[in-house]
């Protein structure tokens, strides 16, 4: 049976999924919409090097931004990649920022129970160099799409939190309004231009503060819908038609207030999501040498070279899994 977070993922997939299939719609989802918006705007971040490569493949990129939420129903651990309950651990200073110290300190299966977003985003990083040394144009693209995938969940407060749905405090659904709800209406409105990729000097310590960063909101996304709550009462939620479904949602009156009240959260960490998946893609292509990705456009390499390549490349840095 599937825990509580693999529950609430589940619903999510499935609403999407019809939805999709009575309107024929491209419905926002922060685990669709914006995971597919952030993977094509990172594109844009990109230096000359590295966007034609990058734009020569946007759809490729933004279509499977989403493989990683499909995975969590087939690959056992999938779902603990996807989130870090920060307020478990009485005191974060001390939780190791690298994993080989972190299963020193703490079992790996106790880790997991209670997720390794922050780690694992450092995992999809190496890899992700490794993609770009041994030059696997398949391996850049399927591992870019997955590393944009993780960084956009890390900027989303509710996925840094036992709370995640607001099950502790008699929010349940939160977690959909929030991510979904309010992308689904307010997203046209957003900015998407966040300038250049940048450089990014320590990869793991950066995913490390992005999750401080987005727990840092917890407190206020919570706080400022359940004020709202006591006010709106059952007027906080309409019908809506979606092809010929009727379905329960959040008022547009309620969500258009409390994402006035929100302040430009959910478009700064969107925005903050496109900016940050850029730079990581940057910084590995940086750290693997810069390799030239023109010539990767109309090239597969063959198996053989792949192996050749991989080999030459665990001699010299050592093999990343």
Excluded: C
């Amino acid at each position: 049976m599937p825990d509580g977070r693999q529950f609430e993922a589940m619903k999510k997939t499935l609403l999407f999924v019809a939805i999709g299939l009575v309107s024929g719609a491209n419905t926002p989802f922060w685990g669709f919409y914006a995971h597919q918006k952030i993977n094509r705007m990172a594109v844009f971040t990109l230096p000359p090097a590295m966007i034609p490569f990058y734009k020569h493949h946007i759809d490729f990129l933004s279509a499977t931004a989403v493989n990683a939420d499909r995975r969590r129903y087939v690959v056992e651990k999938e779902a603990a990649r996807h989130y870090l309950d920060l307020d478990h651990y009485a005191d974060t200073t001390e939780l190791p920022h690298y994993w080989a110290a972190a299963v020193e300190r703490l079992p790996a299966d106790t880790l997991e129970a209670h997720g390794i977003l922050p780690w694992h985003i450092y995992t999809m990083y190496l890899r992700l160099r490794h993609a770009f040394m041994v030059r696997d144009p398949q391996s850049i693209l399927r591992v870019s799409a997955d590393l944009g995938h993780y960084i956009g969940d890390a900027h989303v407060p509710l996925h840094t939190t036992r709370n995640y749905n607001g099950q502790l405090t008699g929010q349940e659904g939160i977690h959909g309004f929030w991510e979904s709800r309010l992308p689904e209406l307010f997203s046209e409105q957003y900015d998407y231009l966040v300038g250049p990729a940048l450089y990014i000097e320590n990869p793991q310590e950066t995913a490390w503060q992005i999750i401080h960063d987005s727990h840092a909101h917890v407190g206020d996304v919570l706080r400022l819908e359940a004020e709202l709550a006591r006010r709106y009462g059952e007027r906080r939620f309409s019908f809506e038609t979606r092809g010929r479904a009727t379905v329960r949602v959040y008022a547009e009156e309620y969500s258009r207030v409390y994402h006035q009240r929100l302040a430009g959260m959910v478009e700064s960490r969107l925005r903050a999501s496109i900016i940050m998946t850029g730079s990581f893609w940057y910084t590995a292509w940086v750290d693997a040498g810069q390799p030239d990705l023109g010539v990767l456009l109309e090239y597969t390499p063959s198996e053989e070279e792949l192996e050749e390549r991989k080999a030459a490349v665990k001699a010299l840095r050592g093999h990343v899994e």
